[in-house]
């Protein structure tokens, strides 16, 4: 079974402060790893996959097999950093990927 | 592009009744996925069409069921209605390595 804990529903930091989310996951297998964010009042989208190891809007996420995790850093948050913050796990069953979400973390990055 | 649209956007049926939600892929996608997704929580897969056929599907009861038409468009329907089905209903379009669009949901209350 495949499954993405983020243990902190709520996050509070004060801007210019690092900020990082909490992501594990369990999958017997290869996964792929997803950051997705939800701003107010908008439509869920991706925000980082670790297979690009690029940098979006200054967050970076590593992936740990080892401590099977995939934890979202970013060195000083800015305020419009303020959104719910999703970790997904894509696993292969049969011939398709499905995404499994965790229960998401709320950042309110204050002024 | 206007990525993917969902209709309605906000929907009030009773309990028993049946519901039929709508999704439009991004343009040039051909895989359509959809989440149910409750309050306080993060998106849960329900099942997925390609090529007009049900490719996966998550752990929901036989009352959700789908379609997918040659357009790639897609219908979610839940048949029955209970209290518990009242959610936020994510549809999302990929293509087979592509990262997941998400459209805006159809919010679902059932009294």
């Not at chain 2, 996966?56 to 839940?78: A, I, K, M, T, W």
Request: charged share 20%.
């Amino acid at each position: 079974a495949q499954r993405v804990t983020q243990p902190e529903k709520l996050l509070s930091v004060f801007k210019g402060a690092p900020v990082e989310l909490k992501c594990n996951y369990s999958y017997s297998g290869s996964p792929e790893l997803f950051w997705y964010v939800q701003y107010s009042r908008q439509r869920l989208q991706l925000l980082l996959r670790h297979i690009s190891r690029e940098s979006i809007k200054g967050f970076t996420a590593d992936l740990n097999k080892g401590e099977t995790s995939f934890h979202l850093k970013k060195p000083f948050a800015q305020e419009e950093d303020s959104a719910m913050y999703y970790c997904a796990l894509s696993g292969l069953r049969g011939s398709a990927r499905q995404l499994t979400f965790g229960s998401g973390t709320q950042l309110t990055v204050l002024p | 592009d206007a990525g993917v649209t969902q209709s309605p956007t906000h929907l009030i049926k009773t309990r028993g009744q049946q519901v039929t939600l709508r999704c439009s892929p991004k343009s040039g996608h051909d895989t359509v996925s959809w989440y149910q997704q409750a309050l306080g929580q993060g998106p849960q897969f329900i099942f997925q069409y390609y090529e007009e056929e049900e490719r996966q599907r998550g752990n929901f009861p036989d009352r959700f069921s789908g379609h997918q038409y040659p357009n790639y468009s897609s219908e979610l329907n839940v048949n029955a209605l209970l209290l518990g089905d009242s959610a936020l209903y994510l549809c999302a379009s990929s293509l087979v390595t592509i990262e997941a669009f998400f459209g805006q949901g159809t919010r679902l209350t059932v009294v």
